[in-house]
């Protein structure tokens, strides 16, 4: 990344300099500029990850389809002696979701150019890829958090259980415990959820990490442990029970619990789960307006932004657990 920042100060340098309304960016710019924004913005998808991946289609309007495959059924037929079986066929069923589309930007003046000591392409381009990576992640974020599969983390005060039925109910004392991960991996399995690379994955708030990771004591390994620790997913904080978890402040709290509590969304999937659109490929694009765009006569404004498609799609539901629970930070925590 701090490569990127480098590169990215010294390309500007070279080529950003005062330019009049007739003047554009040549296309290696802006497929450099393009590249770097993708780079810069791609630390904060860590919903985006896991999911079926697809391209924008190009002229073929705002629907794309996602592929959900059904499992074929036992063969338990016996063959015959030279008679060859009537076979299978694979069941492929068609997903459809619209794109929509969004972006922002920053203008500057001509002065801000002049007299500024940073080179304010550079910083607008690190801020807008953050709020770029932030807003997808969300989209994405908020289709796989409305899954029908849920479990909630019991209450617990003195050693006594107390089950929990809503996300209402939930306090600060339902805490996410060793053995609820063991439970939502358990009904993966028996769904035959597909695992990712021979595991599962679980998104987690760094609140609810804590408090497991407290719970779990030498059950749980840091990814330090790892025979091929350079194999490590974004956000990868460590393993248990055959899942792997990802950090990220962007998991999906609610202020709904017992008294105001906050209530936090753990989600642990197997592969193909749901689906999203890649950022590729017309995902995100940057896009650097030179002065004298527009209606501005005295070439006082030029501005740096970006536009994108994005939608996402949950495929199967039984591969998609949501784990709600509350925290020691619950009473603290803000909605998001």
Known sequence: MKDYFIALQLFAAGEQVNTTA????????????????????????VHDQFGQKRDIPKNGGKIIEFRKFSSLPKALTPLTEGVTPTGNKLNVSAVSASVEQYGDYIEQSDLLELTAVDNTI????????????????????????GGTNVLY?????????????????????????????????AELKAMNAPKIDGYYVGIIHPYVAYDLMQEAGNQWMEVQKYASPENMLKGEIGCLGGVRFVESTEAKIWK???????????L??????????????????????????GND??????????????????????YLIRVESGSAFSMTAEEN
């Open 22 to 45: 007739t003047e554009s960016l040549s296309a290696e710019m802006k497929t450099f500029y393009d590249k770097t924004l993708i780079t810069l913005a791609s630390p904060y998808l």
């Open 122 to 145: 550079v910083e607008a381009t690190k801020q807008l890829a953050s709020q770029a990576g932030l807003t997808m992640d969300t989209i994405v974020r908020n289709e796989i958090v």
């Open 153 to 185: 983390c019991p209450k617990v005060s003195g050693g006594t259980e107390t089950e929990v039925t809503s996300r209402s109910q939930i306090d600060s004392t339902a805490l996410l415990r060793v053995k609820d991960v063991f439970k939502a991996a």
């Open 256 to 266: 709904a619990g017992a008294d105001g509590c906050a209530v936090f969304a753990t």
């Open 268 to 293: 642990i999937m197997g592969a193909d789960a749901y689906g999203v659109t890649s950022v590729t490929g017309g995902g995100i694009e940057h896009i650097v307006k030179q002065k004298g765009y």
């Open 297 to 318: 006569p005295l070439n006082q404004r030029s501005s740096i932004g970006w536009k994108g498609l994005k939608t996402a799609k949950r495929l199967v539901e039984e």
